[in-house]
């Protein structure tokens, strides 16, 4: 399959697929695309094609799915196999994606272990394009790669129920990523977590302006009163929707 296929939570969706019409097989990434064997009675086959295609996920894009016939793969059960790098890369990055509903109500859950946490995200949403360094997606080649995940992250990563099974960027607290807040006079005084978040939000709210380098680059958030900076300093977006904490 081609297309925008990886970083989309097709893998799991597959895995799901085949595993509830009971077929073998596996399914992989590639430089092209995703690659799926499976084996199956012919109906069943034809049912799991169809369904790829028309429920696959909210992210994805396929844009071409060509099969032919192989020995059945054998084996028992469905399975998510290592990536193959292949010498040919051609498949669409996929974009970055807003936090979901799901993902918001969990940020906004005094009771959820990522309650406020920035940089949640889900196989359904977050980053994507703006950290990968190298196709096939997966962790190793994300710049997530120097995040090991906790062993709460790492259950969800490995659950086929788990809606945030196989997501690259899976983090939460204890093992991801951090805000960190510095003035540029005095950048060894950092200050990390909620002190960073608030000190950018008084920055603000006095009509100051703040750099914000986040995944996709920098932001320059400002009150909507605040002029923008007049320096060169690359694109410059005014994203910020809301100044509430
Ligand atoms: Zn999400
Ligand atoms: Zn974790």
Redo the contacts with the bound molecule.
């Keep these: 399959m081609r297309g925008a296929v990886q970083g989309v939570g097709f893998r799991p969706f597959v895995h799901g697929l085949a595993s509830e019409l009971a077929l073998t097989g596996e399914v992989r990434n590639t430089g092209e695309g995703v690659e799926i064997d499976v084996a199956g009675p012919v109906r069943t086959l034809e049912t799991f094609v169809g369904r790829l295609v028309n429920e696959a996920p909210p992210l994805a894009l396929v844009e071409d799915l060509a099969w032919v016939s192989i020995q059945p793969p054998g084996g028992v059960g469905f399975r998510i196999a290592p990536s193959a790098a292949g010498a040919l890369v051609d498949t669409l990055v996929t974009a970055d ?1 807003a ?6 109500r969990e940020l906004l859950d005094p009771a959820d272990r990522r309650y406020r946490y920035p940089f ?7 980053p994507r394009y703006t950290i990968t360094r190298a196709v096939p997606y997966d962790r190793p080649s994300t710049t997530m790669a120097g995040f090991t995940m906790c062993p709460a992250c790492r259950a969800e990563y490995d659950d086929p129920a788990d ?1 945030r099974f196989h ?1 690259q960027p899976n983090a939460c607290p204890l093992c991801g990523p951090h805000l960190g807040f510095f003035r540029p006079a005095n950048p060894d005084r950092r200050v990390e977590g909620e002190p960073a978040l608030a000190a950018a939000v008084d920055i603000l709210l006095g009509g100051g302006v703040v750099a914000v380098k986040g995944l996709g680059g920098t932001i320059w958030p400002a009150m909507p009163s605040t002029r923008r900076p007049s320096h060169g300093c690359g694109p410059v977006s005014n994203a910020t929707r809301s100044l509430s904490p």
């Design positions: 994606a936090t979901c509903p799901d993902c918001l949640i995200n889900c196989t359904n949403c977050g809606r997501a």
